[in-house]
């Protein structure tokens, strides 16, 4: 199966065998066999007496450590296929990782005996078997937009985040600052690769299509949404948007604007009361309410929002949109009625960059703003750093609860450095319907994350306590929780949030499963049974059989 690499050069079926295991152009059904000879030597076993191995021990958060025997550095899929035989022969438990983001601990805990790293798979291209483009799953967003866009002027509608690999984000669901205008990254997903086990320890590798007749599927379906280290080892993606099948390659994603409008504002706090915060707020509810419908012009417009507690000093708020008139209204209507004025953004604030120039929109080269934003890693410039996350879905504006709650803790002195990011929703991702894919959450308008960020384990208990406290707090009318079907609609799987599923902090009666997959849980719990029923791949939030 000939291929385009990232370069755009046509390259032979050794270099595909040694990316996927595929050598020859296969049925849609059929399941994808490794090639008969490696191409690519195997990647090392790195053990605790190895230079290397601290660094390989933990991922963004360090507050989950392990201790494996090894980590396996995985370089092919036939690789990876011989990695799980030998962890299933010796019975050992293993973990998966790609780009190392997962924010709970997923990856790394005590009980990883292996550590199975996907970060050296990184190839980006064209397949022309398939008429699809691949991503391999250790991949950084950054480089799957940069080799997309430079090579066939397209894109996916991912992250922001430029480190984070492509193996976790997708299968999460994946969204970002243009999934207002093209969806979620997997309402493009066209295949998945997985090395999967069956109940006696069989290891196969299967090529799992949205086609309907395809005898898996299903598989496909579950990556769609249905979180990471659930069903097997992801070697490969493929993406092609529905409805593109006889296109060109360069018609068969979305195309990305040239430009985009931008705005970066600071809104201090020594402007802010609990009356404004509120109306400035609900601004922003309201306008995200009234402007998500799949066909609203206001789809061509995200932001992302950094509620900061007082001790930072001020509220940051990025927005971008194609249109110069649809921004300069929403900053219009966000601002109105609280007496704020915005001030230049003169220094990093969370994953967004010092943005002086922004504080009237310019107009910047759409692959110019997306490396402007993210650029900044709060988490990854500091090696030190702990986090503590949780999340929630809005179908609808604030209620006044909520935000009198969040007034309460942001704007206490004593906050540990826990922040509030508001983030756009809706648009083209509501097109969708709940069970189209594993994702569910199809008519929420904006969605939140709460995180903190700290640097030495004699702070957990104090941080997490804080944080804990504050989103049980927003949350009181439901239990604590961001309760599904009414104001909100539970929680995003890739900010993953353990406390959902201890029963000693959530009280509320909502099971972690309903508030990430709402009713789309039991259909990849079928799945699960189907292609690894003997839960080789687990950890604290995984699909139970």
């Known amino acids: 199966m000939p291929k385009l690499d990232r370069r755009g050069f046509l390259t032979g079926s050794a270099a595909v065998a040694a990316g996927t295991g595929l050598a020859t152009?296969?049925?849609?059904?059929?399941?994808?066999?490794?090639?008969?000879?490696?191409?690519?030597?195997?990647?090392?076993?790195?053990?605790?007496?190895d230079a290397r191995y601290p660094s390989l021990q933990t991922g963004i958060n360090r507050r989950y450590v392990a201790r494996p025997e090894h980590v396996k550095m995985v370089r092919s899929t036939r690789d990876a296929e011989d990695a799980l035989r030998a962890a299933l022969a010796g019975r050992k438990r293993i973990s998966v990782r790609s780009g190392g983001h997962?924010?709970?601990?997923?990856?790394?805990?005590?009980?990883?005996?292996?550590?199975?790293?996907?970060?050296?798979?990184?190839?980006?291209?064209?397949?022309?078997?398939?008429?699809?483009?691949?991503?391999?799953?250790?991949?950084?967003?950054?480089?799957?937009?940069?080799?997309?866009?430079?090579?066939?002027?397209?894109?996916?509608p991912g992250g922001v985040c430029h480190s984070v690999g492509a193996g976790g984000h997708i299968c999460g669901g994946g969204y970002g600052m243009l999934s207002r205008d093209f969806g979620l990254v997997v309402d493009h997903l066209y295949a998945v690769e997985v090395v999967t086990a069956n109940k006696g320890g069989k290891v196969r590798t299967v090529v799992a299509t949205r086609e309907h007749d395809d005898p898996h599927r299903e598989l496909w379906w579950a990556h769609t949404g249905g979180g990471g280290g659930n069903f097997g080892l992801i070697t490969?993606?493929?993406?092609?948007?529905?409805?593109?099948?006889?296109?060109?390659?360069?018609?068969?994603?979305?195309?990305?604007?040239?430009?985009?409008?931008?705005?970066?504002?600071?809104?201090?706090?020594?402007?802010l009361n609990e009356k404004n915060f509120l109306r400035l707020m609900k601004n922003y509810g309201a306008w995200h309410e009234h402007h998500s419908a799949p066909d609203s012009p206001g789809r061509h417009l995200s932001t992302l929002f950094n509620a900061n507690a007082r001790k930072y000093g001020a509220?940051?708020?990025?927005?971008?949109?194609?249109?110069?008139?649809?921004?300069?209204?929403?900053?219009?209507?966000?601002?109105?009625?609280?007496?704020?004025?915005?001030?230049?953004?003169?220094?990093?604030s969370g994953e967004l960059a010092a943005m002086p120039n922004l504080l009237t929109p310019r107009k910047l080269p759409w692959l110019d703003a997306v490396?402007?934003?993210?650029?900044?890693?709060?988490?990854?410039?500091?090696?030190?750093?702990?986090?503590?996350?949780?999340?929630?879905?809005?179908?609808?504006?604030?209620?006044?609860?909520?935000?009198?709650?969040?007034?309460?803790?942001?704007?206490?002195?004593?906050?540990p450095d826990t922040a509030m990011v508001l983030l756009s929703f809706g648009g083209a991702i509501n097109s969708y319907?709940?069970?189209?894919?594993?994702?569910?959450?199809?008519?929420?308008?904006?969605?939140?994350?709460?995180?903190?960020?700290?640097?030495?384990?004699?702070?957990?208990?104090?941080?997490?306590?804080?944080?804990?406290g504050m989103y049980r707090d927003i949350y009181a009318e439901t239990g604590g929780v961001p309760a599904t079907g009414g104001v909100n609609d539970g929680c995003y799987i890739n900010y993953p949030d353990t406390?959902?599923?201890?029963?000693?902090?959530?009280?509320?009666?909502?099971?972690?499963?309903?508030?990430?997959?709402?009713?789309?849980?039991?259909?990849?719990?079928?799945?699960?049974?189907?292609?690894?029923?003997?839960?080789?791949?687990?950890?604290?939030l995984s699909v139970q059989p």
């Open 25 to 49: 152009a296969l049925p849609t059904a059929a399941p994808a066999r490794a090639a008969t000879a490696p191409t690519v030597a195997p990647g090392p076993e790195i053990t605790p007496g």
């Open 102 to 156: 997962c924010l709970a601990d997923f990856t790394c805990n005590p009980e990883v005996e292996i550590l199975l790293d996907f970060s050296e798979m990184t190839d980006v291209g064209y397949d022309t078997g398939r008429r699809a483009f691949y991503v391999e799953p250790g991949a950084h967003l950054m480089a799957v937009y940069e080799a997309l866009y430079k090579g066939w002027g397209v894109t996916l």
């Open 236 to 271: 490969r993606y493929w993406f092609r948007t529905p409805g593109t099948d006889g296109a060109a390659p360069t018609a068969q994603l979305p195309t990305p604007p040239a430009h985009l409008h931008a705005s970066a504002i600071n809104l201090p706090w020594s402007q």
């Open 315 to 348: 509220l940051t708020h990025y927005a971008q949109s194609s249109s110069r008139a649809i921004l300069d209204g929403y900053l219009a209507a966000l601002l109105k009625g609280t007496g704020l004025t915005p001030r230049a953004v003169d220094r990093p």
């Open 371 to 415: 490396r402007m934003v993210g650029s900044p890693n709060p988490v990854w410039a500091n090696p030190l750093a702990r986090v503590g996350l949780k999340s929630a879905y809005y179908r609808r504006n604030f209620t006044d609860h909520q935000l009198r709650s969040a007034y309460r803790h942001l704007s206490r002195a004593d906050n």
């Open 433 to 468: 319907g709940e069970g189209d894919t594993a994702a569910a959450q199809r008519d929420s308008v904006f969605k939140v994350l709460y995180q903190t960020i700290w640097s030495g384990a004699e702070d957990d208990r104090k941080s997490m306590t804080w944080l804990r």
């Open 499 to 540: 406390d959902l599923a201890d029963l000693e902090i959530n009280t509320s009666g909502v099971p972690w499963h309903e508030l990430f997959y709402k009713g789309n849980y039991e259909r990849l719990r079928a799945v699960k049974r189907a292609y690894d029923p003997g839960n080789i791949f687990r950890h604290t």
